[in-house]
Structure formats: C-alpha cells, structure tokens
C-alpha cells in the first residue's frame, strides 16, 4: 500500500494532519489540494507533494485520493463541478472523510463507479490530534472488498476500525455518533450554567459528575473548558448544528420524534447565527452561563 501515490483535498485542522500522519509513516503523499493556495503551497513543501491548482491534477497524479471538506454542497463541488476528481478517474479509488448526508455518499459512489473508480466514505468521529498521530476512530462504508484492499492505509490513520455496510451507512452511524454527542455537550452546558446560577463551587461539581451516572466522554473533554470559557475549536459548533440536523433529518425520514437532538439542534443554531459557531462544540456555555453570550 505504500507504495501508492496519495492525493488530499481539503487541508484544513483534519486534512493536513491526516497528510502530516501519512507523510511520516512512509507513505507517498504526492498531491495536495485547498481552496487556499497558501495552505496547498506549505503543506506541499512539508510533505514533499505537487501542490494542485485543479482537482483532475490532484486525480491524475494520486493513486488514493482522501477528501475532507466541509459539507453536502463542497462535496458536489468537487465531484460534480466544472473541474472535478472524477476527470480521468479511471482505476482510482476515493476515500471520504467528511460528515455528510447518506444521499450524497450513495451519489458519489454511482458516479464513482460510471468513471471506473471506487469510492468508499471513512467517517470520523475523531479530533485534530487523533488526525495527527494516526489514532482516528473510522467508520467505513461501500465495496467491502476495496475496503480490505485500502485496509492497512486505514490502520494507519486509525486505532479503530469498523466496515459498516454499503454506501451511506457509515455516515448514517456518525450522524448518529454525533447527534448523542452533541446531545450530551448541551446537557452538560446547562448543568454546569445551572450550578453556577446556584453558586456551586464547579470545580466540587465536575468532580460530582465525573464518579456518578452524568459521567461522560463528553465531562472529559468538554467540561472544564466550558468554565474556563476556553473554546478553541476541535469540533466546532457550526460543524455541530450541521452534524445535527442531518441526524434530525434521518429521524424524521424513519418516522421517529426527536426532540433532544431537536433541541440541540436550535442551541447550536443560534450559537453559529451569533457568529459564534467557529467556536469549539463546549462553546455552547456561552448559552447556559448567567453574563456570557446571552
């Protein structure tokens, strides 16, 4: 497998350090692509990669080519847009990395395979260390046999691994990942407002939560920068809106009520119409904390 050729689109907090990861455990990252032509020239010049001005240059010179971008419309963008990846795709295989909607995975991958190419999806539920030091949880969706074929790649950028079923469902499992996620961070986020309105020592809370049945992954990562009010961006809450309406969508296409992720869903909309939402997820505090945001 290292001795294929790997392309990036999308370098931004996962990207670039998913091409760093790769880079330094031997493989041959040999085209990189962003919207940001400054970004495309430093990472190139850090990895030793072709810094693509064009999409198709980015298929043409990768053998694997891992996209990351930020939702449905720049994944139509880059698949079906004037200049796409699809051009001269021919034996390729692609791997997506985002969370987006079921539909625009199962569309890729049709037109994937009219090109003669395979796509797979590679859902993260993962932060930018974790992209860094090649310890991704993935969640894997498409042809189960290419998946075996670009299995040690995958290794590599993971510490767990799970092939989920055909196109779609991978990310129809993240969705669902995040939806209770998020669920959790804004139930955290009140918690701790309520218990500063009521003058509780915070610290004495956190440690409470942590050794009774609110303990959670979400009190580990989240809690203490939700007092300091430190919200640099890992997962941020714009993402976090997003992530949640797309599982408020499965819902409603099931014919199941959900009124937390509803909820969730409003608290992190207002948080990003704020002009908040770059924000890490924990900046949902800003909402529920008497004299911050609101």
Same mark, same amino acid.
């Given at each position: 497998?290292?001795?294929? $050729?790997?392309?990036?689109?999308?370098?931004?907090?996962?990207?670039?350090?998913?091409?760093?990861?790769?880079?330094?455990?031997?493989?041959?990252?040999?085209?990189?692509?962003?919207?940001?032509?400054? =970004?495309?020239?430093?990472?190139?010049?850090?990895?030793?990669?072709?810094?693509?001005?064009?999409?198709?240059?980015?298929?043409?010179?990768?053998?694997?080519?891992?996209?990351?971008?930020?939702?449905?419309?720049?994944?139509?963008?880059?698949?079906?847009?004037?200049?796409?990846?699809?051009?001269?795709?021919?034996?390729?295989?692609?791997?997506?990395?985002?969370?987006?909607?079921?539909?625009?995975?199962?569309?890729?991958?049709?037109?994937?395979?009219?090109?003669?190419? =395979?796509?797979?999806?590679?859902?993260?539920?993962?932060?930018?260390?974790?992209?860094?030091?090649?310890?991704?949880?993935?969640?894997?969706?498409?042809?189960?046999?290419?998946?075996?074929?670009?299995?040690?790649?995958?290794?590599?950028?993971?510490?767990?691994?799970?092939? =989920?079923?055909?196109?779609?469902?991978?990310?129809?499992?993240?969705?669902?990942?995040?939806?209770?996620?998020?669920?959790?961070?804004?139930?955290?986020?009140?918690?701790?407002?309520?218990?500063?309105?009521?003058?509780?020592?915070?610290?004495?809370?956190?440690?409470?939560?942590?050794?009774?049945?609110?303990?959670?992954?979400?009190?580990?990562?989240?809690?203490?920068?939700?007092?300091?009010?430190?919200?640099?961006?890992?997962?941020?809450?714009?993402?976090?809106?997003?992530?949640?309406?797309?599982?408020?969508?499965?819902?409603?296409?099931?014919?199941?009520?959900?009124?937390?992720?509803?909820?969730?869903?409003?608290?992190?909309?207002?948080?990003?119409?704020?002009?908040?939402?770059?924000?890490? $997820?924990?900046?949902?505090?800003?909402?529920?904390?008497?004299?911050?945001?609101?």
């Amino acid at each position: 497998m290292k001795d294929q $050729k790997i392309g990036f689109v999308g370098l931004g907090r996962m990207g670039g350090n998913m091409a760093r990861c790769l880079h330094d455990r031997g493989y041959h990252v040999a085209a990189v692509f962003d919207l940001n032509p400054e =970004v495309t020239s430093e990472l190139a010049a850090e990895v030793g990669a072709t810094a693509c001005s064009n999409l198709a240059a980015v298929t043409a010179g990768s053998d694997i080519v891992l996209t990351i971008v930020t939702n449905d419309a720049a994944m139509e963008a880059i698949y079906f847009g004037e200049d796409n990846l699809l051009m001269g795709a021919a034996g390729r295989t692609f791997i997506n990395c985002a969370t987006l909607t079921p539909a625009i995975h199962g569309r890729i991958d049709s037109a994937a395979k009219d090109a003669g190419a =395979v796509s797979l999806e590679a859902c993260m539920a993962s932060s930018i260390p974790q992209a860094r030091n090649g310890s991704l949880f993935l969640m894997i969706g498409g042809d189960e046999a290419e998946f075996t074929r670009v299995k040690p790649l995958l290794d590599d950028l993971s510490e767990a691994l799970h092939f =989920v079923g055909p196109a779609g469902k991978a990310s129809e499992v993240k969705a669902l990942v995040n939806m209770i996620m998020n669920i959790n961070t804004a139930a955290l986020a009140e918690g701790l407002g309520i218990g500063h309105a009521l003058g509780l020592d915070l610290d004495m809370l956190l440690r409470v939560l942590g050794q009774t049945g609110a303990r959670s992954r979400v009190l580990e990562t989240d809690g203490a920068d939700m007092v300091a009010r430190d919200h640099e961006c890992y997962f941020s809450a714009e993402h976090a809106a997003k992530d949640s309406g797309i599982a408020l969508k499965l819902a409603e296409s099931a014919g199941i009520p959900a009124p937390l992720a509803q909820a969730t869903f409003a608290q992190y909309t207002k948080l990003t119409a704020m002009g908040l939402g770059q924000l890490d $997820k924990s900046g949902i505090a800003e909402l529920t904390f008497k004299g911050r945001a609101i």
